[in-house]
């Protein structure tokens, strides 16, 4: 939900616009760039209802002057996804499910969760995984979670990318690897700034591309 994963989705539709449609076509796309303070307030003090109806009135904003499929671009604000969907008139593409296609297509039955520590602690994100028949599994340690966390909140929202913190993800993911994870799951949208495929000896889901691949699909079915 910061501008720095905002950035991929704005690129990442409109090339795909180009490879597939035409060198001067661009995707169609309605945007609200929410205040990511604001969000990341009610994220600390637990207001989830709170910052659910912030994104409810941001979708139906961009459902009222045309928008026809709804992108959450977050993982961890998919929390309140059903709060959104249920408020508004169009689909909302799920980033989980979207994701969960690509784990399921490829095979895998048990995928390690990179994330905040909302997405990996808590159910919402998990569970979603699990009702479609995949095991997930985070990381064990404590200091291992905060970590993944604060490298998210600290740095990657900010657009820093150090190589000590991708050598840290890299030492967790590969860790969880040794454990029984069969694939990856790139789990926050900022953290493709930081790791990729080429980093890994094991499958990768990159869930800011794969959101934007499935949406623009569905667009262009309509």
Known sequence: MSWVS?????QWLNELAQDRLGPINNSKILFSSVDWQKIQTHQKNGEWDA?????????????SIGAQIMLIGTNTM?????????????????????????????????????????TMEQDFYKVRLEDQGITVLVPERQEDRDRINAIIFDELCLNIQKPQSKAEYIRIANDMFDHGAQGLIMG?????????????????????????????EIALED
């Open 6 to 10: 905002s950035l991929h989705y704005y």
């Open 188 to 216: 926050c949208t900022e953290i493709t700034t930081l790791i990729n495929a080429n980093d890994f000896n094991h499958p990768v889901f990159d869930t800011t591309r794969i959101h934007v691949e499935e949406a623009f």
């Open 51 to 63: 910052a659910g109806d912030y994104l409810v009135d941001e979708a139906r904003k961009l459902e």
């Open 78 to 118: 998919h929390k309140v996804a059903d709060r959104v969907q249920n408020a508004i008139n169009i689909p909302l593409l799920h980033i989980a499910d979207a994701t969960a296609v690509r784990i399921k297509a490829a095979g895998l039955g048990a995928i390690a969760l990179l994330g905040t520590g909302y």
